[in-house]
C-alpha cells in the first residue's frame, strides 16, 4: 500500500526528530539504526526508504537539533536568560533536548565531513547569534566563541558526572556566575 508524499514526509520527520533526541542522548554510534526506527515508531526495513546510510540520517538529525536550538535561543531574549538555561540542571538532565555542542562535540570529531559541515554551520549560527547580543564594546566574534566554549565545557563536564554529583552541580554554578558576569562588564 503506497501512502502519499505527505504522509512520506510527516514519517521521515519522525524519524529524525528520534535521532535527533537519541543521537544527543546516546552518540552516534550508540544507537542503531532499529533502535531509531522503533523509537519513531517504524520498523527497521523502512530505513532506507528515507536515508542513503546511518550518516546521512546523522547529518540531518544533527541540523534538525542546531535549529532547535536556533529557535530556543530566539525564545531566550536577552543573553542573561539564556546562560542561564543553558547551564542548568534541567538542560544538563536533558541532552535530547539540549544543545547538540555540548551533547555531540567529541562524537563529531569521528565522523564524516558531511556532519562535521552541519556540526560547523550549526555553531556558526550559535557565535552569531551571541555576537549580536553581546555589548558593542567587545570584539563579538572573540567574546562569543569565549563565552560559548565556556558554556558547552562546562555542560560536558557536568554531564560527565554522575546527576546526584555535587561537582555537576558546582561546574554549572560557577559557569553561570562567570559568564553572566562576562556579558555584563
Known amino acids: 500500500m503506497r501512502i502519499s508524499r505527505a504522509q512520506a514526509q510527516e514519517n521521515r520527520d519522525k524519524v529524525v526528530a528520534a535521532a535527533s533526541r537519541l543521537f544527543r542522548e546516546r552518540g552516534f554510534d550508540g544507537v542503531a539504526v532499529g533502535e531509531l526506527m522503533k523509537a519513531a515508531g517504524f520498523t527497521h526495513g523502512g530505513f532506507y526508504n528515507h536515508f542513503s546510510s546511518k550518516d546521512a540520517l546523522a547529518a540531518e538529525a544533527l541540523d534538525a537539533a542546531f535549529r532547535q536550538m536556533d529557535a530556543e535561543r ?82 560536558a563536564l557536568s554531564r560527565a558526572l554522575s546527576d546526584d554529583s555535587p561537582l555537576a552541580d558546582e561546574i554549572l554554578a560557577v559557569a553561570r556566575e562567570r559568564c553572566t558576569d562576562a556579558v555584563r562588564r
Open 74 to 155: 530566539a525564545r531566550a531574549g536577552d543573553l542573561e536568560t539564556l546562560i542561564a538555561g543553558y547551564l542548568s540542571e534541567a538542560a544538563r538532565r536533558a541532552p535530547g533536548r539540549a544543545c547538540p555542542a555540548a551533547a555531540l562535540g567529541g562524537d563529531t570529531a569521528r565522523q564524516p565531513q558531511a556532519v562535521k559541515q552541519v556540526f560547523a554551520e550549526g555553531l556558526e549560527r550559535i557565535l552569531q547569534s551571541l555576537a549580536e547580543r553581546l555589548p558593542r564594546d567587545d570584539d563579538g566574534r572573540a567574546a562569543a566563541i569565549d563565552l560559548f566554549t565556556r558554556m558547552a565545557g562546562a555542560m
